[in-house]
């Protein structure tokens, strides 16, 4: 592990309000006029009861604010105030909930950090040592080749540690990193961070009633109640400063949860409020005469940018969609299931179509139900990804890894292989099956037209993934768009019968384009038997095109359509994920 230089977060007059919506002017205070501060090569515990405001106090000290909290004050790293370009890479921050790509390992997830934050300084020989250094600092050698969808509670949080400390950060805020864990694992991971700050990192951490080993573990802790800080130093002066309140601990009682009983409001009754409050407000007048003067230190820091190139990081990203990907056994194994259904079940239907009258009803709806089966099979597992996925592009975001474009792209073209290879091959197989044109330049034309409906339904999906806040609701508005395109698609209603003021509604139908190209492809110069004496004999697929209304645009301007369509759905896809995912720090 690199030593690290000494850093010390120092703030002063430091105010956080919420916002009122409207007309309301009035700002609730969440922290009020606090001074304090924080290192160097210290390990601090930041406490507090629910709401007491001690989150909030170490997500401004992160440049983590939402946008409706305004903030106010002064935040100093060393003699400097926090630069936006240099604070990321000065600190890292552990969340809560950390979440992860199921399907890598436990080593994969440490380097893919590694790579993302030193690739651009560091040979990727010392990435994979400090990678393998790390791992082992953690105690998660025994795990390092399962993946994290296997590992333990406790281990994923060291995961998530150690995805932060490939950077060699400086500072390390840590939310809530005990909880849900057992005792043992507890204490385990805080000695792990105490060997950190004996590498020289300077640790903050919300804590919920630590054991007393675990209290003792930290050099000082910071007691919040009510917006304001009620004490901050090490814990037996803190005993001391409750004594001199007036609040005398019992034998046998363990600190942390006194001084947060003393520090909590009981709403138990109107009486019990009150009483609380008093309590409350004694301490916070003491620790306003009690505490000194905050000092600054007095130190520059050296910064090196490791991030690497955008060809390195787009390598990288599409490198862990693609195993990811692969190893989603349970995808894969629906998807081929699937496809061997409809291949049985379409081959046999329509085994050998032939070219009697019935079979141009038949080779319309084949041709048709291929199209909508392949949209629809694209659909509906891709609609999933990005709202499961833009928590770990938010937080990867976060420290800089990459943009959102580079991330929608990567994806995009990872998902191609998978999407095509395994729906060309099925459609390859049902097409000379049930006898469609029988001729190899009409069957790779086809297949290109097919490839084109599978780019824009990525596309599409992924795009509609973005946008979607959860995934129910990107099921729900994918599906509602689909149907809608299939609507308009050509086979349900002739375009030319469509009200003119939804006929807008064809031309940005992928199904039509698809729909028209493959009836052209499949139609032009058949010739068809006709029964004596039938006076709705059709002899020529030119007279089915014309009769379905597909005679117009040709072949290639609906694959170049396609294609351009693909495109928009690209563009929107990309920059919507882009600023979606874009969490500024708000630092002044």
């Known amino acids: 592990m690199l030593e690290t230089e000494d850093v010390k977060i120092s703030w002063m007059n430091l105010n956080l309000k919420i916002k009122n919506k409207g007309l309301n002017t009035n700002q609730r205070s969440i922290i009020y006029n606090e001074f304090g501060s924080v290192g160097p090569k210290s390990m601090v515990a930041l406490m507090g009861s629910s709401g007491a405001g001690k989150t909030s106090l170490m997500n401004s000290l992160a440049g983590r604010i939402e946008k409706h909290i305004a903030i106010s004050g002064k935040i100093y ?13 000065i600190m890292a921050y552990v969340e809560q909930e950390f979440y992860f790509y199921e399907n890598q390992t436990v080593e994969e997830t440490v380097l893919f950090s590694s790579l993302m934050r030193l690739g651009g300084s560091e040979t990727t020989d010392f990435i994979k040592n400090r990678t393998d250094e790390i791992i082992n600092m953690l105690g998660l050698c025994q ?4 993946y994290i969808n296997k590992v333990s509670g406790g281990e994923k949080k060291r995961v998530s540690i150690a995805s932060e400390l490939v950077g060699n950060p400086q500072i390390i805020f840590l939310d809530e990193p005990l909880s849900g864990l057992d005792s043992f694992s507890a204490l385990r991971t805080l000695k792990i961070l105490r060997e950190l700050v004996n590498h ?17 573990i930290f050099d000082e802790m910071i007691l919040m109640a009510d917006g304001n800080i009620i004490f901050s130093g090490v814990v037996d002066d803190c005993i001391d400063f409750y004594s001199q309140c007036g609040f005398e601990i ?10 947060l009983n003393i520090a909590s ?3 138990t009754t109107p009486e019990t409020i009150e009483e609380s409050n008093k309590r409350i407000e004694k301490l916070k007048e003491k620790w306003a005469q009690s505490r000194q003067e905050i000092q600054i230190l007095n130190k520059s820091i050296k910064l090196i940018d490791g991030k690497g190139s955008s060809r390195f990081t787009f390598i990288n990203l599409l490198k862990r969609n693609f195993l990811d990907l692969l190893r989603d056994k349970k995808y894969l194994k629906i998807q081929i299931i699937q496809k061997i259904i409809f291949l049985l079940l379409l081959g046999l239907t329509y085994i050998n179509l032939g070219y009697s009258q019935d079979a141009i009803q038949s080779r ?20 999933n990804i990005f709202p499961k996925e833009k928590r770990i592009i938010q937080r990867e975001r976060r420290s800089g890894m990459y943009d959102g474009v580079t991330a929608y792209l990567a994806k995009f073209i990872a998902l191609i292989p998978f999407i095509i290879i395994l729906t060309i091959t099925y459609i390859s197989a049902v097409y000379w099956m049930i006898g469609l044109y029988p001729s190899a330049g009409r069957f790779f034309i086809y297949l290109l037209i097919q490839a084109s409906l599978l780019l824009f339904s990525i596309a599409l999906t992924l795009t509609i993934g973005t946008y979607s806040p ?18 308009f698609g050509g086979s349900f209603s002739n375009p030319n019968t469509i009200p003119s003021w939804l006929s807008w509604i064809i031309w940005i139908s992928p199904i039509q384009y698809g729909f028209k190209a493959s009836m052209q492809n499949q139609f032009d110069g058949l010739e068809f038997i006709c029964n004596d004496n039938d006076p709705r004999c059709i002899e020529s697929g030119n007279d089915v095109i014309i009769l379905y209304g597909m005679e117009s645009p040709s072949i290639w301007p609906c694959i170049l359509t396609l294609w351009g369509l693909t495109v928009f759905w690209i563009f929107i896809g990309a920059i919507g994920l882009h600023f979606l995912t874009k969490i500024s720090l708000k630092l002044k």
Do not use: C
């Open 77 to 89: 790293v060393n003699s400097e105030e926090r630069d936006p370009n240099t604070w990321p890479h």
């Open 143 to 146: 795990v390092k080749h399962t």
């Open 200 to 216: 020289g990192k300077t640790v903050l951490i919300t804590i919920h009633q630590p054991s007393y080993q675990m209290l003792s």
């Open 250 to 259: 019992p034998e046998k009682t363990n600190p942390a949860d006194f001084f």
């Open 265 to 267: 409001v009981d709403t």
């Open 364 to 383: 319309v709806g084949v041709i048709f139900f291929i199209l909508i089966n392949s949209v629809f099979g694209t659909a509906g597992p891709l609609l």
């Open 470 to 487: 959860s995934e129910n609701f990107s099921q729900v508005l994918g599906t509602t768009i689909i149907i809608i395109f299939i609507i």
